[in-house]
C-alpha cells in the first residue's frame, strides 16, 4: 500500500531531552513537510524540503531540526531549545503544486 | 502566519442539511485547498481548485473561489453524522504551492 507513515503514534520527552520524530513515504514524492498542531488550532509549517539533501525553515523552526538524506525520509528532531513542545506533529508529502498527503501524527508530550 | 481564516469557527446542524464554511486569505495565490480533519487523525485532502476556476465539484462537496474577494467556500450538501470533523482551508501565497499556509479551521457537528 502506497502511503506516509509516521512514529511513534504518542511519545513522551523529559526536561531537556531530544526526540526524533519518523516519516516515511513511498509516494515518490519530491517534497516533504512538518507541520505543529496545537490544541484547536491549524497548522503551522516548522520544515519542508523539495529535494533530497535540502530544506528550508517554515514559519517556526526555531528549536527544531530536520535532515533529508533519502528521498523516502524526512525525520524531525525536537531539540531542548524548543520551549513549549507539546503538540501534534504532522507530516505530508507532496508532488509539487499538488494535494498534500499526510501521516496519522505524533502526539509529544513534555513530562 | 495563517493566511486563511475560516469563518466560522464552529458549526453544528441537523443530519440532512447543508453546511457552508468560508475561508478568506490575503495574499494571491495559485491555487487554495480544502482538507478534513478528524479528531486526533492527520489531513485529508477534499478538493484543490487553481485560481482561474471558479467552481468545483466532488461528490457531496462543492467549492467556489472568488479571487477578486479572495474568498473560498465549501458546501457539503445532505450532511451525515460522519462528516463530524475540522475542515482547514489552505493556500499556497502564489509560490506555488510549496509552501501551503493553513486557517484555524471550522469545527463542523452533524447531530443525528
Known amino acids: 500500500d502506497g502511503g506516509i507513515t509516521q512514529s511513534p503514534k504518542y511519545l513522551f520527552r523529559k526536561e531537556g531531552q531530544n526526540v526524533t520524530l519518523s516519516c516515511e513515504q513511498n509516494?515518490?514524492?519530491?517534497?516533504m513537510y512538518w507541520y505543529r498542531q496545537d490544541p484547536g488550532q491549524g497548522l503551522r509549517l516548522i520544515y519542508y524540503s523539495q529535494i533530497v539533501n535540502d530544506f528550508q525553515k517554515g514559519d517556526i523552526a526555531e528549536g527544531y531540526s530536520v535532515s533529508r538524506e533519502k528521498k523516502e525520509s524526512f525525520p524531525l528532531t525536537v531539540t531542548s531549545a524548543q520551549k513549549n513542545p507539546t503538540a501534534f506533529y504532522l507530516c505530508?508529502?507532496?508532488?509539487?503544486?499538488?494535494?498534500?498527503?499526510f501521516g496519522p501524527g505524533t502526539r509529544l508530550t513534555v513530562l | 502566519s495563517q493566511q486563511g481564516e475560516e469563518d466560522p469557527q464552529a458549526l453544528s446542524i441537523q443530519e440532512g442539511e447543508n453546511a457552508t464554511m468560508n475561508c478568506s486569505y490575503k495574499?494571491?495565490?495559485?491555487?487554495l485547498q480544502w482538507y478534513r480533519q478528524n479528531s486526533g487523525r492527520g489531513l485529508v485532502h477534499l478538493i484543490l481548485?487553481?485560481?482561474?476556476?471558479r467552481e468545483k465539484h466532488s461528490g457531496r462537496l462543492r467549492v467556489t473561489l472568488d479571487t477578486s474577494k479572495k474568498s473560498s467556500s465549501l458546501l457539503i450538501t445532505a450532511s451525515r453524522a460522519a462528516d463530524t470533523a475540522s475542515y482547514f482551508c489552505a493556500t499556497d501565497g502564489g509560490q506555488g504551492a510549496q509552501k501551503l499556509v493553513f486557517g484555524q479551521g471550522t469545527r463542523l457537528t452533524i447531530n443525528p
Open positions: 505530508a508529502s507532496s508532488i509539487p503544486g499538488e494535494e498534500q498527503f
Open positions: 495574499t494571491s495565490i495559485n491555487n
Open positions: 481548485i487553481r485560481s482561474n476556476e
Open positions: 509516494l515518490n514524492h519530491d517534497a
